[in-house]
């Protein structure tokens, strides 16, 4: 069972891609918390001719490190390295989406950064990945799915899963796609049930596919993010094809 899903890509990290209603204007106290809003080139200093340091994924957290933009760049801390972007891909965290993390989740669902399913494997039931993100962001409990076993009910999404998604793009840079969260059919007394869990069928646009570098890395970021059950190809002969992280 997998999702079909048209894998954008990422497109060489350069600064033309994003939209910027969110942009941020003037100054923030070295600290501050932003987020890119593109994938974006960190460089030396402000300037778009400047070396490039490192690019920042989309949708990462990153540190003001200069009170004061220069002309339109902010020199910020990411991975170790700080160095200017252009402002006009920063905005303030979550800024889009809702409230907390299931806002953050739901803004790096608006600009590609994860996908979040909008259907139940074929079903329109209110319990898909995208409408629990949803309802968390507004302050709603979510819905589980009424097929296979599942308890047809609402449950609060565990805050440290909805956290844990965001940190595996905002920390780890990864682009997911998620398939199920509280919604579709499990095996009895699920995790997914308890609003605890989500399983994702591709990283970085690739499908999950057998025990790869990339499921086995995937998979040690939920554990080193304080996942509690962690099942893919590596440990499970049933997980071939998808990963599944619980909190
Ligand atoms: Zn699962």
Redesign the pocket.
């Known amino acids: 069972m997998s999702a079909s899903c048209a894998a954008e890509s990422d497109d060489g990290g350069d600064e033309a891609i994003a939209e910027s209603a969110d942009e941020i204007r003037g100054s923030f106290p070295v600290g501050t918390k932003l987020q890119t809003t593109a994938m974006l080139n960190q460089r030396s200093s402000p300037s778009p001719s400047a070396r490039v340091l490192q690019v920042i994924p989309d949708g990462t957290i990153v540190a003001s490190a200069s009170a004061t933009p220069r002309a339109g760049w902010y020199g910020v801390t990411w991975n170790g390295k700080t160095g200017w972007v252009d402002g006009m891909y920063l905005s303030k965290p979550s800024s889009a989406g809702g409230s907390g993390d299931a806002g953050a989740v739901l803004s790096l669902h608006g600009s590609g950064a994860i996908q979040l399913w909008d259907q139940t494997f074929g079903r329109r039931d209110g319990a898909d990945p995208l409408s629990n993100i949803r309802d968390a962001a507004a302050g709603r409990s979510a819905k589980t799915s009424c097929y296979g076993g599942a308890p047809c009910n609402r449950v609060q999404l565990s805050s440290r899963l909805v956290s844990g998604m965001a940190k595996l793009r905002q920390q780890y840079g990864y682009k997911y796609f998620v398939t199920?969260i509280a919604g579709a059919s499990?095996s009895a007394g699920?995790y997914?049930y308890a609003g605890r869990?989500f399983?994702i069928d591709q990283i970085n646009g690739v499908k999950v596919n057998g025990n790869t570098a990339l499921a086995r890395a995937f998979m040690s970021a939920c554990s080193a993010l304080g996942a509690i059950e962690v099942?893919g190809p590596s440990n499970r002969s049933d997980h071939q094809d998808h990963i599944?992280c619980a909190w």
Do not use: R, Y
Request: proline share 0%; aromatic share 0%.
């Open positions: 199920a499990h699920s997914h869990a399983d099942l599944h």
